[in-house]
């Protein structure tokens, strides 16, 4: 009930096309939904998130879109460039716990052909 | 750059030593959450320090454990290296009452 799915595992799309990567969760006490980017020897570096009270969150190219009934949510790239290839990862970290303890998704391999 | 900083980058160990990691967090935030990332896998919470105290533990043994100091630095300790430790260990810092963490590089870890 802790877990966050995610999928696909690893995503190859033309430059300039949209890249969608899902996440769904069990656990109803999650209320804080961020995305993840990682670059090869680096660490995490928050794109964007969003909260269960909100169906779509948009920043630039990233937009998230949240379903609260089917408990899932998604990260959608568009105009995707070979500058966006890298490892994302969703989480979702429980209310009220005073402890932001995030749960990951297993990251999804994104790789932008040029 | 997030202003979190982590040393040392990479680090070799053998099986049964003992290690140390430190991470230096943003100015004001005084809550620190320690993860580990094994190879190709999400980052698993470890624990986290609030006001230099232990607040919140994931599901890692005792002898992962650590400490948080007044001036926004921490550390992480393991004690009896174990092979599965082998992994990107990495400190993230936050904003008191703010879910969002801001991630350091991380220290790369490789027990032999």
């Known amino acids: 009930q802790q877990q966050v799915k995610q999928s696909p595992q690893s995503l190859i799309v033309q430059k300039g096309g949209i890249s969608i990567i899902n996440c769904a969760y069990e656990?109803?006490?999650?209320?804080?939904f961020p995305w993840y980017q990682q670059f090869p020897g680096k660490g995490p570096a928050l794109l964007i998130a969003i909260r269960p009270d909100v169906s779509e969150k948009k920043e630039g190219r990233f937009t998230i879109s949240f379903n609260k009934s089917a408990k899932q949510f998604s990260l959608h790239i568009m105009d995707s460039q070979p500058g966006d290839s890298a490892t994302y990862f969703c989480a979702a970290s429980p209310e009220g716990s005073g402890t932001y303890k995030y749960i990951f998704g297993t990251g999804t391999r994104l790789k932008v052909l040029a | 750059e997030t202003g979190v900083t982590q040393s040392p980058t990479h680090l070799i160990k053998t099986r049964g030593q003992q290690v140390t990691l430190r991470c230096s967090s943003q100015s004001g935030h005084n809550t620190v959450s320690w993860y580990q990332q094994a190879l190709g896998q999400g980052p698993q919470f470890i624990f986290q320090?609030?006001?230099?105290?232990?607040?919140g533990r994931g599901n890692f043994p005792p002898r992962f454990s650590g400490l948080q100091f007044p001036n926004y630095s921490s550390e992480l300790n393991v004690n009896a290296l174990e092979l599965d430790d082998s992994a990107l260990y990495l400190c993230a810092s936050s904003h008191p009452g703010r879910e969002t963490q801001y991630f350091g590089p991380g220290t790369r870890l490789l027990v032999l």
């Open positions: 656990n109803t006490a999650f209320d804080y």
């Open positions: 320090y609030y006001r230099e105290e232990e607040n």
